[in-house]
């Protein structure tokens, strides 16, 4: 589909589709499309107008549905742009959407969410941001932040009023509500971008264990190199995967021992890197007594739920003597036996990491969300302070309420940011 946005784009489609009635909004027309200037027929379409603002991005539209392929596309393409349009920047759509108003900041990067979910967790969450769950959320914190504002300003302008002065139990009691649900948002960070980014799931342990083989069996299909070799795998290698609804980034890693080989060495430091970033370590050994050491070992390395596996369990038996710490996990990559449980235990393991359900939407998905909400929440921290000592006067401590509104208005992006819509949508891509 080829989109058009703008008050010239009805004007430009009639120079590609002679005749083109700009008057029907919203009703298909099948049309043959013409280059401008040589009126040679490029394609038969379906043209949709969309008036302004009853659009994605609240200008006039028009979509041009053409055959798709490699030639016609492009061809129509050129034809538009001989007739006068260009052609848009990476999330240019999106971003007239909200410097329209028809969405704000935080809808629009559900937009890209949305594209970009790789769970079905991911698509709950950027469905229900996109929906305007997260924006309502801040919306009605920097309201109350505004009363506060406005309460203050009051106090300010008629200090000597006698019913005027203000309660200070009311303005300290919704101080400390603000403050909580602040806090209260900020604690679904974690959660929020694990769902985008997905959780970090390691898979350490000794060489030759077997760890790029379990990889395979869980990413399901032949993606690391495995070889006889011990410390073929010297990089880390990643995979996105969803095990039990869970967005995974599953990691592949050089096994954890003493090396001379300086490749092999630098591995391992990626290695223990990835495993002290890790929300969940699998750590392999063919024998319990190795996995019993290595857990010892883990532990000074990772704060990680570490879930020890015993591998290649079709070579011996699974009777496991003198193991009494965390259960085991017997798996075989070759057969597959043991699979299903450990996926089970990735799964139980996240649910106990992020603590904070999915199911407690709004969260906060991004770095940037984080950040404004953290901002706004020391401003108003700063303020309490200050009102409760009544030093500096309340003039001086309501700047830091203006400034707590100001992060939040940044955030839903409802006051003039330029340089942060520019962040914004440098990461879309071009049609969106
Ligand atoms: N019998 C058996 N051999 C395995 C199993 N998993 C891995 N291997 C073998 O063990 C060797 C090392 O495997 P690899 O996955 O490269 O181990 P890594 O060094 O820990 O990544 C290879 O020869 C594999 O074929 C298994 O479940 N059963
Ligand atoms: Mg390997």
Redesign the pocket.
């Known amino acids: 589909m080829i989109r058009l946005s703008g008050p010239r784009a009805a004007e430009i489609v009639r120079q590609v589709v002679p005749g083109f009635d700009t008057e029907t909004s919203r009703v298909s027309h099948l049309a043959k499309i013409r280059h401008p200037t040589t009126g040679t027929v490029l394609d038969e379409a379906l043209v949709t107008l969309f008036r302004r603002p009853h659009s994605y991005t609240g200008e006039d539209v028009v979509e041009i549905s053409v055959h798709g392929g490699a030639v016609v596309p492009s061809l129509v393409l050129a034809a538009l742009i001989a007739a006068g349009a260009r052609q848009a920047l990476p999330g240019e759509f999106t971003r007239r959407a909200v410097a329209s108003g028809r969405m704000d900041l935080l809808q629009a990067e559900a937009v890209a969410d949305l594209i970009d979910a790789r769970s079905r967790m991911g698509h709950q969450v950027a469905l229900s941001q996109l929906e305007g769950g997260l924006s309502r959320r801040i919306a009605d914190l920097r309201n109350a932040i505004l009363d506060l504002e406005a309460l203050m300003a009051y106090d300010i302008d008629f200090p000597e009023e006698d019913e005027g002065t203000v309660d200070r139990r009311r303005v300290t009691e919704a101080l400390d509500r603000t403050l909580h649900a602040l806090d209260g948002l900020l604690a679904t960070g974690d959660t929020g971008e694990m769902v985008r980014a997905g959780a970090l799931v390691v898979i350490g342990?000794?060489?030759?264990?077997?760890?790029?083989?379990?990889?395979?069996a869980l990413v399901g299909r032949e993606r690391?190199?495995?070889?006889?070799l011990?410390?073929?795998?010297r990089d880390a290698i990643e995979a996105v995967v969803e095990v039990r609804g869970w967005p995974v980034r599953l990691v592949?890693t050089a096994?954890l021992r003493e090396s001379t080989d300086i490749v092999e060495r630098l591995g391992m430091e990626i290695s223990e890197r990835y495993l002290a970033d890790a929300d969940v370590v699998l750590l392999?050994a063919e024998l319990s007594e190795e996995l019993a050491m290595l857990l010892k070992r883990s532990q000074t390395i990772t704060s990680a739920q570490v879930i020890p596996v015993l591998?290649?369990?079709?070579?011996r038996p699974m009777a496991v003597e003198g193991w009494d710490s965390t259960p085991l996990v017997h798996?075989?990559?070759?057969?597959g036996a043991g699979i299903d449980t450990l996926t089970e235990r990735i799964s139980s393991s996240l649910g106990e990491r992020f603590a904070q359900g999915v199911a407690d939407v709004p969260l906060l998905t991004r770095e940037r969300h984080r950040k404004a909400v953290a901002a706004a929440r020391s401003e108003l921290a700063a303020f309490r302070e200050a009102w409760a000592v009544n030093d500096p006067p309340s003039s001086v401590a309501a700047i830091h309420l203006h400034a707590a509104a100001h992060h939040l208005g940044e955030l839903i992006g409802s006051i003039d940011v330029e340089d942060v819509l520019g962040r914004v949508f440098s990461t879309f891509c071009v049609g969106k």
Do not use: M, Q, Y
């Open positions: 342990g000794a060489p030759n264990a077997g760890k790029s083989s379990l990889f395979n690391a190199i495995v070889t006889e011990a410390g073929t795998t592949d096994g392999c591998t290649k369990v079709d070579l798996v075989s990559a070759r057969t």
